[in-house]
Nanobody
Framework: QVQVVESGGGLVQPGGSLRLSCAASGNIFSIYVMGWYRQAAGKQRELVARITSSGVTNNADSVRGRFTISMDNAKSTVYLQMNSLKPEDTAVYYC?????????????WGQGTQVTVSS
């Protein structure tokens, strides 16, 4: 069994910062990729940023230069530092982990954490 748990969401004013964390635990043989996705009300879930275990990153154009993804392989934890937040960043942020659980490669999702950017 694998668990993916996010933390760090909340309410922030425009221009402010937040740091999200996501930890994967359980039967983890190896992690391939971890990433952050978001879903705003009435919209489809979209990629925000993802990082491979070797440190290669991929960011959405809408967050490039403002958000930074990083990963602590030893802790199976991924972080998303969000700066210069805008109201359009408001969404539920979901963490995803692509890993090998000892039997096969699979994708696991967290329950999501709300980020609200408003004055």
């Amino acid at each position: 069994q694998v668990q993916v748990v996010e933390s760090g969401g909340g309410l922030v004013q425009p221009g402010g910062s937040l740091r999200l964390s996501c930890a994967a635990s359980g039967n983890i043989f190896s992690i391939y990729v971890m990433g952050w996705y978001r879903q705003a009300a009435g919209k489809q879930r979209e990629l925000v940023a993802r990082i491979t275990s070797s440190g290669v990153t991929n960011n959405a154009d809408s967050v490039r230069g403002r958000f930074t993804i990083s990963m602590d392989n030893a802790k199976s934890t991924v972080y998303l530092q969000m700066n210069s937040l805008k109201p359009e960043d408001t969404a539920v942020y979901y963490c995803n982990a692509e890993l090998h659980n000892g039997n096969y490669r699979a994708s696991y999702w967290g329950q999501g954490t709300q980020v609200t950017v408003s004055s």
